[in-house]
């Protein structure tokens, strides 16, 4: 029996809430991408890119907590021990970017970005701790018609995706009726800001769980199905009904007891004369005071993109995508860094979101890119390796997608690879085809048919098209008619 100590092998294994994604995916999304950029170009938005890392203190104090820096976001130290951490949506870094550059923008300041953003939090199903957001952010610009026009975007991405017309509505409310309801029910002021966080984020929840369980993170907290305890805001009955109230339909008698309430709703007045004047009608966005957003930078109108249409999972049962982005005015968030008030609004997509619904509509291929032309390497000395690269850069030259295979396997391995690429043409040039100036190309689509094809003439006839001579000035125009042949 050997003595040598056993080696043990490195585990392979991806973290907790973050996903692999194939070439069929990325080709989705940025085909999916392509589109939103089109609509926000057009209504003059700029592209823009901040890092993934931005200093803690940059994020805000409506995000994280300063004194534990990894609640809620991924967080290490720079080499001069100040605190960093990966970005946790795109807001608060464009709010860092326009600080900094404030002086030399033209104003208002209108950008768009995509990216990955990352939070700490305990992953779940269709929760993921990376997943991708795609912002528009109008920042300079202080009245509702920014809001307005932010939510006519959203509206015409959506169409321009392809979901119909009654298939989605972008929901609209105002913060300060929020605001308004809960400095009725006395949890106003600087000193109940955690609380007014944790019942935000109980109400954003609404989409996901029945006032029962809301209920319970606005009372004394709620224990989920894993045994995991969320501690709740506190609030007792009395408060739960009335603020319940205060988010149902035609419950102005309740927002407008407050300043910010009357504020809020003539905003939100404001706001619904524009929509209909530029023919956004409540069948693409409508005034719905159940909107809340989760975040409490947000300060003044606020809005969701909701999917309204439902699809079957694999068990059959009823799935709907509901809201697959959102936003508002965060007027503050850019000031932290200025002795001047900035005001600004914005939407977010969830990418990944608003991509599975797409796939389930059948509005976004999920089919791969087809194979590059494979160019066997049947002799693997000087001469031939060179002769092959010749051809797969004659191909790559003429546009064509190619791939000289550079593996140790023989010739039936190479075309098991080929199938596993998904390439529709294969290239061979053995030592005979070399001397001869020629090439082999095989017609690997219609080769696959051969065995199904009865009549003889028929098979003779395929057989001569699935794989054929040609010289190798003419490789480029035949592989082209062979793509062409199959789309």
């Not at 409506?62 to 130290?77: E, H």
């Not at 989760?294 to 249409?309: C, I, K, N, S």
């Amino acid at each position: 029996m050997s003595t040598e100590a056993k080696i043990t092998k490195t585990e392979a294994r991806k973290p907790r809430g973050l996903a692999d994604r194939g070439p069929a995916d990325i080709a989705a999304t940025e085909a999916m991408m392509r589109v939103i950029r089109e609509v926000y170009s057009r209504y003059g938005f700029d592209a823009l890119e901040t890092p993934f890392l931005e200093y803690t203190d940059a994020l805000g104090k409506f995000l994280p907590d300063q004194d534990r820096p990894n609640a809620g976001v991924f967080s290490l130290k720079d080499d001069d021990e100040q605190w960093m951490s990966l970005r946790y949506d795109l807001t608060a870094p464009l709010a860092r970017y326009c600080a900094e550059n404030w002086q030399n923008l033209p104003k208002p300041f209108r950008s768009y970005r995509a990216g990955w953003v990352f939070r700490n939090e305990k992953p779940g199903p269709g929760r993921f701790r990376q997943f991708m957001q795609f912002d528009a952010d109008t920042v300079g610009a202080g009245s509702v018609a920014a809001d307005a026009e932010i939510c006519m975007m959203a509206a015409d991405t959506l169409e321009a995706l392809g979901i119909p017309r009654g298939a989605y509505v972008i929901k609209v409310n105002n913060r300060k009726v929020l605001d308004g309801v809960m400095e009725a029910i006395g949890i106003g002021g600087e000193e109940n800001a955690a609380r007014r966080l944790i019942v935000l984020r109980a109400i954003d929840k609404l989409d996901k769980f029945d006032w029962v369980e809301v209920g319970k993170l606005l009372g004394p907290g709620r224990l989920d199905e894993s045994g995991d305890f969320t501690k709740g805001a506190g609030l007792n009955d009395a408060q739960i009904a009335q603020l319940r109230a205060g988010l149902a339909p035609l419950a102005e008698q309740v927002e407008a007891s407050t300043e910010a309430g009357r504020q809020g709703l003539a905003e939100l007045n404001e706001m619904a004369a524009l929509f209909s004047a530029a023919g956004y009608g409540p069948d693409r966005i409508k005034i719905d005071p159940s909107v809340v957003r989760g975040l409490e930078y947000y300060t003044g109108p606020v809005y969701e993109a909701e999917l309204l249409f439902e699809v079957k999972d694999e068990a059959g049962r009823p799935v709907r995508f509901g809201s697959v982005g959102g936003g508002g005015r965060y007027d503050g968030l850019v000031s932290r860094f200025l002795d001047e008030p900035v005001p600004a609004t914005g939407f977010s997509i969830g990418v990944s979101r608003l991509l599975a619904a797409l796939q389930a509509l059948g509005k976004v291929s999920t089919t791969p890119e087809p194979g590059p032309v494979l160019v066997l390497a049947m002799d693997r000395d000087v001469a031939g390796m060179s002769a092959y690269q010749r051809i797969v850069k004659d191909l790559r030259d003429a546009g064509i997608r190619a791939e000289l295979y550079l593996g140790s396997a023989g010739m039936k391995a190479q075309m098991k690879y080929a199938d596993r690429r998904g390439s529709k043409v294969a290239i061979i040039q053995g030592s005979n085809e070399r001397e001869a100036g020629e090439v082999q190309i095989k017609d690997l689509v219609l080769g696959a048919t051969l065995n199904q094809t009865k009549d003889r003439e028929e098979y003779l006839a395929k057989q001569a098209q699935a794989q054929f001579a040609v010289k190798v000035e003419d490789v480029v125009g035949a592989v082209k008619k062979v793509l062409a042949r199959h789309g």
